[in-house]
């Protein structure tokens, strides 16, 4: 047997002044997620990108949904594997740029398998007791 | 106009979207038990390789063309068809899922370019999911799937075609009765034998002849020909009434104890499933069948306890379902599959607290403590006593990719 329950169960005190104004608690997920469908999480592996203070672990937001341009940071496939880099589109000429010094710049030549995944939106970094 | 939006070789699809290293190389996906081959892309298709062939077969081709093989892996394939019905949805939100790759999409009002738009959604699907897609629109049905086999068979680049009124002679004139959406071989053949070899030989068939000689269906498959839409839209998915959670072995199954042992990992991951969208269930049913093959022995049972109060406490729901279990178990014979099924479904919100069970809270606790194990350490990092053992008749999966979204430890790397 059930009984009918009502939102307040006990009846006595006074009812919270703000309880018209609550709000939900901040999300991160609309903070990084713009486009659910087209989003997707890749880790980052090596130091190529600590200028961009990107590091070696890191999870990168990745948005397939935007047409990547000149500047943006993006994971591409680059004879089959993926890669992080800035996009840097010159004169015809597509390179892939390491923010690290000790890195050189790729030219993409003709004869590579190259293509753009997606533009990197947001890093992830958890310091202490984060699962990833 | 109705479309219909299908994605091209999925599985495979699925797979290679997070293997650039594989464009170009034969790519198949096998099905549970990784018994046959039940995808595959163009590359594969090429080696000469069909749908349904078993994997043995197929095996000493499949390695000397370098070809790569993988086992259904349904959490990346649920998650990437979400994706694209999300996009499709997009530019249309009338999107009437038909199956893991398929959608219908109706379109209740006048389109003035829908090719153009069909395009549009086709490449926005690429861009957004790497899944490649085709889209038909006809003014049914039957004639939308007509429309997307032709997109993919006449307009491979494109992938989009709207069948207008005025092509559909030209194209059901080329459609063979056994290509049809609901014709199957065995109708097919009576058609042939009666001289309806194709589409618009169908549409023009004597109504009184086919329903009188095949069926209602087939009727209702020659009006969706002559344009007259007579296949119900289920535009609202049926709500989830029960959470099954079942497999077939890797091999036939003998010994009560390795029975419960998978009756209990089931049990464990419909009660993972249960948890996770914060419902409770009155009734677990629990079934075992034997192999259907010829030859052996046959027997197949279910059995169903009762929760009450309805619960979604791991060791209930186990209890139950080996309680279940015992009622049908047989000795003597091979089983080939076991499954449990929850159902009795109550979400939390329209739950209401029985006046005379309380609810145990050391039971919540755990409940929570388990879940939020799972969460940090997945699936294996907590398992019921009963479900421990060698698992030795657990699903083969021997080239399963990892679960590339759904997953924190399996997420893709870039260097
Ligand atoms: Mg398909």
Redesign the pocket.
């Known amino acids: 047997m059930t009984v009918p329950l009502f939102g307040e169960l006990i009846p006595a005190g006074f009812p919270s002044p703000a309880s018209d104004y609550e709000e939900g608690e901040l999300d991160f997920n609309t903070l990084l997620i713009k486009r659910r469908a087209a989003t997707y999480c890749i880790k980052v592996s090596g130091e190529s990108m600590t200028g961009a203070g990107i590091l070696s672990g890191d999870i990168l937001v990745v948005d397939r949904s935007i047409q990547a341009a000149d500047g943006d940071i993006v994971v591409a496939a680059l004879d089959g594997e993926f890669t992080v880099k800035r996009l840097r589109l010159r004169r015809g000429c597509v390179v892939l740029r390491p923010e690290n010094p000790a890195y050189r710049d790729i030219v993409i030549g003709d004869d590579q398998d190259f293509l753009v995944f997606g533009v990197v939106t947001g890093v992830v970094r958890t310091l202490r007791g984060g699962k990833a | 106009m109705i479309g219909l939006m ?5 599985y495979a699809s699925c797979e290679q979207v997070f293997r650039p290293d594989l464009s170009g190389v034969p790519v198949v996906v096998l099905s549970n038990n990784d018994g046959c081959i039940v995808a595959m892309n163009a590359a594969a298709k090429a080696l000469g390789i069909r749908r349904g062939t078993p994997f043995f077969q197929a095996r000493s081709l499949l390695a000397s063309s370098h070809a790569a093989v993988f086992s259904s892996n349904y959490a990346l394939y649920q998650s990437m068809s979400n994706r694209v019905m999300d996009v499709v949805r997009e530019t249309f939100p009338m999107v009437e899922i038909y199956s893991i ?2 959608a219908f999409i109706p379109l209740p009002y006048a389109v003035s370019d829908l090719l153009s738009l069909a395009r549009c959604t086709k490449s926005r699907v690429e861009q957004c999911t790497g899944i490649p897609v085709s889209l038909g629109f006809g003014r049914t049905k039957t004639l939308a799937k007509i429309a997307n086999r032709w997109a993919k068979k006449r307009f491979p680049r494109e992938g989009c075609f709207v069948l207008q009124e005025d092509r559909e002679e030209v194209v059901l004139r080329s459609v063979p009765v056994a290509d049809i959406w609901g014709v199957g071989t065995r109708k097919a053949r009576v058609l042939i034998a009666h001289g309806i070899t194709t589409a618009w030989d169908l549409r023009n068939a004597s109504e009184y002849w086919v329903k009188k000689r095949l069926s209602l269906v087939t009727l209702k498959t020659l009006w969706e020909l002559r344009g007259k839409p007579s296949i119900a839209d289920e535009l609202v998915p049926p709500p989830r009434k029960g959470i099954l959670s079942s497999q077939s072995f890797s091999r036939a199954v003998t010994e009560s104890r390795e029975l419960e042992e998978a009756v209990a990992s089931y049990a464990e991951r419909a009660a993972a499933k249960l948890h996770a969208q914060g419902s409770t269930a009155a009734w677990v049913s629990v079934f075992i069948t034997t192999s259907r093959f010829a030859g052996e022995q046959r027997y197949g049972a279910g059995a169903s306890r009762r929760l009450d109060p309805p619960a979604d406490y791991l060791p209930d729901i186990t209890n139950a379902a080996l309680g279940a279990l015992g009622e049908i178990w047989r000795p003597g014979f091979r089983y080939a599959k076991a499954g449990v099924f929850l159902f009795g479904i109550d979400t939390s919100e329209s739950r209401q607290p029985s006046l005379f069970t309380v609810p145990d809270p050391r039971k919540a606790a755990i409940t929570r403590a388990a879940g939020l194990i799972r969460e940090k350490y997945g699936h294996r990092g907590l398992r019921c006593l009963h479900a421990g053992g060698h698992r030795t008749w657990s699903m083969r999966q021997e080239h399963l990719s990892p679960r590339y979204t759904t997953s924190w430890a399996d997420i893709p790397q870039a260097r």
Not at chain 2, 6 to 10: A, L, Q, Y
Request: aromatic share 14%; charged share 45%.
């Open positions: 299908d994605c091209n070789s999925f790759d398929e």
